[in-house]
């Protein structure tokens, strides 16, 4: 596949399949960080203005990953905004502006320190798992307690999106970020997210294998709050055990939180928590015994 135009802005150079006018990023500040390998058909960018630092998620460009037509990126991301509102968290990035563009779409978020916990674009599998400086091995190698304490966040904001009714589509390590120097955990994509319950009218749903529920995957399912425990459950061994390997000799923790993930991860929805509070719940009941 040709490579297209590549674009240069202060700090930072990029990719696109075709030129586009970006000279109203630059009034916002010195462009310091690109973000171009996604296929959402969205670009991001770290802009530093007066000693702030913001992140800029645009859509109207034609990036170089996305097989879609740019319009169908921008009505994504326009939908995405409400969400950000809707769901603000202390686990969630903060929006601070949204605004139409002559040929697209921006939505500009306070800057979040953090590594991305799948970065496909520069520790492809196996590297994410095995380099020594991907965020995802790194993450591994920290204590359980540690992990533990990441995974406590998730499922906190989870416990929103429940109570605001809505449901998780496409959450996956992707959508996390890391700070290692403060051990934070941050989420920091749920463009995706709908307001529940849903019928599955795709088949293959959006999403990561990894963390998809089999109700996902069927055109006419419905798509509820069961799905969103086995999407935490799915969660839990990513970055406890050994992902879809889900046997106890890949699990990190004890043997009563396996236990717990396990049933949140039920082939059959009916067998799994029937709200992520009950999971929750269990949890952190099993997480208080293994102490």
Same mark, same amino acid.
């Given at each position: 596949?040709?490579?297209?135009v590549?674009?240069?802005?202060?700090?930072?150079?990029?990719?696109?399949?075709?030129?586009?006018?970006?000279?109203?990023?630059?009034?916002?500040?010195t462009?310091?960080?690109v973000?171009?390998?996604?296929?959402s058909?969205?670009?991001?960018?770290g802009?530093?203005r007066?000693?702030?630092?913001?992140? =800029?998620? @645009?859509?109207?460009?034609?990036t170089? +990953?996305? *097989?879609?037509?740019?319009k169908?990126?921008?009505? $994504?991301?326009?939908?995405?905004?409400?969400l950000?509102?809707?769901?603000?968290?202390?686990?969630?990035?903060?929006?601070?502006?949204?605004?139409?563009l002559?040929?697209?779409?921006?939505?500009?978020?306070?800057?979040?320190?953090?590594e991305?916990?799948?970065?496909?674009?520069s520790?492809?599998?196996p590297?994410?798992y095995?380099?020594?400086?991907?965020?995802f091995?790194?993450?591994?190698?920290?204590?359980?307690?540690k992990?533990?304490?990441?995974?406590?966040?998730?499922?906190?904001?989870?416990?929103?999106?429940?109570?605001?009714?809505y449901?998780?589509?496409?959450?996956?390590?992707?959508?996390?970020l890391?700070d290692?120097?403060?051990?934070?955990?941050?989420?920091?994509? =749920?463009? @995706?997210?709908e307001?529940g319950?849903? +019928?599955? *009218?795709m088949g293959?749903?959006?999403?990561?294998? $990894?963390f998809?529920?089999?109700?996902?995957?069927?055109?006419?399912d419905?798509?509820d709050?069961?799905?969103?425990?086995?999407?935490?459950?799915?969660?839990?061994?990513?970055?406890?055990?050994?992902?879809l390997?889900?046997?106890?000799?890949?699990?990190?923790?004890?043997?009563?939180?396996?236990?717990?993930?396990?049933?949140?991860?039920?082939?059959?929805?009916?067998?799994?928590?029937?709200?992520?509070?009950?999971f929750?719940?269990?949890?952190?009941?099993?997480?208080e015994?293994?102490?």
């Amino acid at each position: 596949m040709s490579q297209g135009v590549t674009i240069q802005m202060d700090e930072v150079s990029f990719q696109l399949k075709e030129k586009h006018d970006f000279s109203w990023l630059q009034k916002l500040g010195t462009v310091c960080h690109v973000f171009d390998q996604q296929d959402s058909g969205n670009i991001s960018f770290g802009v530093m203005r007066n000693g702030r630092k913001q992140f =800029i998620k @645009y859509a109207g460009a034609k990036t170089i +990953h996305f *097989e879609g037509e740019p319009k169908q990126a921008v009505v $994504r991301l326009k939908q995405a905004v409400p969400l950000y509102l809707t769901l603000a968290h202390e686990h969630l990035i903060t929006l601070d502006d949204h605004f139409e563009l002559e040929n697209g779409y921006a939505v500009v978020f306070d800057w979040q320190e953090g590594e991305c916990l799948h970065p496909h674009w520069s520790y492809p599998p196996p590297e994410k798992y095995e380099h020594p400086h991907s965020p995802f091995y790194r993450f591994k190698q920290l204590p359980v307690q540690k992990r533990l304490n990441a995974l406590s966040s998730i499922f906190t904001f989870h416990e929103l999106v429940e109570e605001k009714e809505y449901i998780a589509i496409d959450f996956y390590d992707g959508s996390i970020l890391y700070d290692f120097t403060k051990d934070e955990t941050t989420i920091c994509d =749920i463009d @995706y997210y709908e307001l529940g319950p849903v +019928h599955n *009218e795709m088949g293959r749903m959006f999403g990561s294998n $990894r963390f998809m529920a089999p109700e996902e995957f069927e055109r006419g399912d419905l798509i509820d709050q069961r799905t969103n425990v086995f999407r935490l459950g799915a969660t839990a061994f990513c970055l406890l055990g050994g992902e879809l390997d889900r046997s106890i000799h890949k699990w990190e923790a004890s043997s009563a939180l396996w236990k717990v993930a396990c049933k949140a991860v039920s082939e059959n929805k009916d067998e799994r928590y029937s709200t992520v509070q009950a999971f929750t719940e269990s949890w952190n009941q099993a997480r208080e015994e293994s102490l």
